[in-house]
């Protein structure tokens, strides 16, 4: 099973995820909060059903997650709307709201609109005790992600970096691979194995 940990632990840690969000955005730059992760840590996410992204260790996250994946990114920010914490089972789930930064004619913020959020595993780090994250799963709606992302770059306020990022055809990017060609699990390992099951399926 996972370490458990208690809600002071998963809060001390989730108080330093969110500052490192902030920094990241501050800075535009988010490779700092690899840091946060387990050096073998997976972290993916699903544009369609044989469409996907994975990195596999705490570089490549940092590389591609956090880096290839939030190029052209610069000035937008990813808002936590709301948070549940589970100590028991070592998880948290984040729910975000993606905001870009740029203003439309109406003088409000570009969003994609629709409810993204992360989902994280916690353990502990045996290499110095720190609390690490060793799993990390996102959702978001991929069509309206793809209807802010034109709206924006129609506005003529879109910077290059944003439209030279978006003129990449989507499985062109780094860690971007197909369904059969994942190196984790589409749901987290240990979910994947069957440690967390609250419900069997019907008539087993």
């Known amino acids: 099973m996972s370490d458990t940990f208690t809600r002071d632990d998963m809060k001390g840690f989730w108080a330093e995820w969110l500052e490192a969000n902030r920094e990241a955005e501050r800075k535009g730059d988010w490779g700092g909060m690899a840091d ?4 073998d840590a997976t972290y993916g996410w699903m544009y369609t059903p044989d469409e996907h992204f994975m990195a596999v260790g705490r570089e490549e996250i940092r590389k591609w997650a956090l880096g290839t994946e939030m190029s052209g990114l610069e000035g937008w920010h990813y808002d936590y709307m709301a948070t549940v914490m589970d100590e028991e089972n070592a998880m948290i789930v984040g729910f975000w709201r993606q905001m870009a930064g740029i203003l439309d004619e109406n003088g409000q913020e570009y969003e994609i609109r629709g409810i993204g959020g ?5 353990a502990r780090d045996k290499t110095d005790g720190k609390i690490r994250i ?8 991929l069509g309206s992600t793809a209807h802010t992302f034109i709206q924006v770059a129609k506005s003529g306020k879109a910077p290059k970096p944003f439209l030279d990022r978006i003129a990449i ?4 990017m780094p860690g971007r691979v197909h369904y059969n ?3 984790s699990t589409l749901w987290p390992p240990p979910v994947a194995e069957g440690r967390y099951i609250t419900q069997k399926p019907l008539g087993k």
Not at 118 to 122: E, T
């Open 36 to 39: 946060l992760y387990l050096e």
């Open 134 to 141: 060793e799993w990390q799963r996102d959702w978001f709606d």
């Open 169 to 172: 055809p989507m499985m062109d």
């Open 118 to 122: 992360s989902w994280f595993g916690l």
């Open 181 to 183: 060609e994942l190196r």
